[in-house]
C-alpha cells in the first residue's frame, strides 16, 4: 500500500466525520432526549478528527520515505473499522429521525443503546489509531534521527 492512498483514507474519514458531527447536530435539534448520549459521541469524533489530522501532518512529513507495510495496513484497518462505525452511526440515526411523536421513546429504549455500542467501538479504534500514530512518529523520529547518526558514525570509524 502506498502513502497516497494512506493520505486519503485518512482525509476521507475527517470528511465522513464532519458529515456524521452535522448529522448528530441536526438529529439533536428534533430529538432532545437524545443529547445527552450524543455529547458523548461528539466529544470521540472531535477526538478522532484531531488525531487524523495529526496523523495526517506525519504522513505529510516523511518526504517520500516509506512507512513500513505492516504500520500502513495497521492504520489502513483502523481507518477503515472508523469509516464503518461512523456509517452504521449515520444509519442509526437515520432509522431514528423522523417526524414520529414517538422519537423519543424509541430513542431511549433502542437507539441509545445501539448509539453507546458504536460510541464504544468508535473509542476502541480511535484508541488503536492513537497507539499507531505513536508507533509511527517514534518510527519517523528515529529513522531520521538515530539511524542517520548511527550511518554517519559507521562511515567514519
Same mark, same amino acid.
Given at each position: ?34 443529547? &445527552? %448520549? ?6 470521540? @469524533? ?5 488525531? +487524523? !489530522? *495529526?496523523?495526517?501532518? $506525519? ?53 441509545? &443503546? %445501539? ?6 467501538? @468508535? ?5 488503536? +489509531? !492513537? *497507539?499507531?500514530?505513536? $508507533? ?22
Amino acid at each position: 500500500m502506498a502513502e497516497l492512498p494512506l493520505a486519503l483514507g485518512v482525509i476521507s474519514l475527517i470528511s465522513t466525520i464532519r458529515k456524521t458531527s452535522s448529522l448528530v447536530a441536526s438529529f439533536v435539534q428534533g430529538c432532545r432526549d437524545a443529547r &445527552h %448520549d450524543l455529547e458523548h459521541i461528539s466529544q470521540e @469524533l472531535s477526538s478522532l478528527g484531531n488525531l +487524523l !489530522s *495529526l496523523l495526517e501532518q $506525519v504522513i505529510a512529513t516523511t518526504n517520500d520515505h516509506a512507512i513500513p507495510e505492516p504500520l500502513q495496513e495497521r492504520i489502513a484497518g483502523i481507518i477503515s473499522n472508523c469509516t464503518t462505525v461512523l456509517k452504521d452511526f449515520d444509519e442509526l440515526l437515520q432509522r431514528h429521525n423522523g417526524k414520529r411523536i414517538d422519537q423519543a421513546a424509541c430513542w431511549a429504549m433502542i437507539g441509545k &443503546h %445501539d448509539a453507546a455500542k458504536l460510541r464504544l467501538n @468508535l473509542e476502541a479504534h480511535r484508541s488503536d +489509531l !492513537s *497507539l499507531s500514530l505513536d $508507533v509511527l512518529t517514534q518510527y519517523v523520529y528515529l529513522r531520521d534521527h538515530c539511524l542517520s547518526w548511527y550511518v554517519i558514525r559507521t562511515i567514519d570509524l
